[in-house]
């Protein structure tokens, strides 16, 4: 096949065909692509302000939101500090403390159903059928993310796949 | 149409002379040619170009001052032109286009179009139509670095860059293209005789 074509033909035939298609005009727009523009662009106009693009937000608007925006992000994180440092010195640590205790009351519950859980594991590893099942399991489980993460590739990527 | 339209904002561009309607009618059949000529299909240049005017209105303010505007929608056209097929098209060809690879050369020589046969007695108009047509069937694959390369005027490097391939599969799928342009038209090429590709 022509994979690799004569330098000659490939510059005759390059000439050739960028002298026909710089010949060809240009195609005519279809006559619903102005109203159907248009349509939209009123259907555009109907929306609040806040549901429209950030170009397109009143002037004002925006030239109040740029500076807020900005200050927002330090003004939290200073009143943040200011808060902690008044809850720390005042009575309401001690109160968040005493609360904290049950969670790890909680906490200390589940551990002990994890050990449980832990203990009736490594006893039933000890089994072989059942520890061949398990790896089975598993690799099964991790075959699916490999063929979900090579669909997902093939069908999403970023490439200009044709 | 355009006296209903609010002004995209403060000071917006739709006060002065150059009205957005006006502009739109300069534009759009540059503006769908491109995306017509890289989808090979209307109806989706079609809401191509629908969506590169509507941001262009966004930014009317600034393009219909720009001495560039046409380059700018040339280049917006081209991007969401080839978004649009790697988004779209790959996903749907994924799931209903298993077919053998267009590099394999008998899959190629089979899908070449048929030779027209009496391409001489056509009139100039009839030839560019045709040649059109042709462009239009030809597989996304061969068209789209065709289109980028002849209309756009784009290096290989750069259709390589932005279509994601390896630079020699741009140069084969771009020859395969003219050749079956060449083919389909009939084309009487001044080294033809001595210079036939083997």
Not at chain 1, 141 to 150: D, E, P, Q, S, V
Not at chain 2, 28 to 34: A, G, I, L, Y
Not at chain 2, 168 to 184: N, P, Q, Y
């Amino acid at each position: 096949m022509q994979n690799q074509p004569h330098p000659q033909w490939n510059d005759s035939l390059e000439a050739k065909v960028t002298q026909e298609l710089r010949q060809l005009p240009v195609l005519k727009a279809p006559a619903t692509l102005l109203a159907r523009v248009m349509a939209a662009l009123q259907a555009r106009q109907a929306l609040p302000w806040y549901r429209r693009p950030w170009p397109s937000w009143p002037r004002k608007i925006q030239c109040l939101l740029g500076p807020l925006l900005t200050i927002f992000p330090l003004l939290a994180f200073y009143l943040s500090r200011i808060a902690w440092n008044n809850l720390a010195t005042s009575g309401v640590a001690r109160e968040v403390d005493q609360k904290l205790s049950l969670l790890s009351l909680a906490g200390s519950t589940i551990d002990t159903l994890v050990n449980a859980f832990w203990l009736a594991g490594r006893a039933l590893m000890g089994q072989p059928i059942l520890r061949a099942g398990i790896i089975v399991s598993v690799l099964m489980y991790l075959a699916c993310i490999g063929i979900g993460t090579a669909c997902f590739r093939a069908i999403l990527n970023p490439r200009v796949r044709l | 149409m355009k006296d209903e339209l609010e002004p995209v904002s403060e000071g917006s561009a739709m006060d002065q002379p150059l009205h957005f309607e006006a502009f739109m009618q300069s534009y759009q059949n540059m503006v769908f040619s491109t995306a017509a000529r890289l989808l090979g299909n209307p109806t989706e240049a079609e809401d191509i170009a629908q969506e590169v005017f509507l941001k262009a209105y966004e930014r009317f303010a600034e393009l219909s001052q720009s001495p560039t505007a046409g380059g700018w929608l040339k280049t917006v056209t081209r991007n969401l032109c080839l978004n649009h097929l790697s988004r779209y098209r790959a996903r749907w060809r994924f799931f209903s286009e298993m077919r053998t690879d267009p590099d394999d050369s008998e899959a190629y020589e089979a899908g070449l179009p048929a030779p027209e046969t009496h391409n001489q007695e056509l009139n100039t108009a009839d030839q560019r139509q045709l040649l059109e047509e042709a462009l239009q069937k030809l597989p996304a694959s061969q068209r789209v670095p065709l289109v980028l390369y002849h209309f756009e005027s784009l290096r290989y490097e750069e259709i390589a860059g932005k279509l994601g391939l390896s630079l020699s599969k741009v140069k084969t799928d771009i020859f395969r293209g003219r050749e079956a342009l060449r083919r389909k038209l009939k084309w009487k090429m001044e080294t033809e005789a001595a210079l036939q590709p083997a």
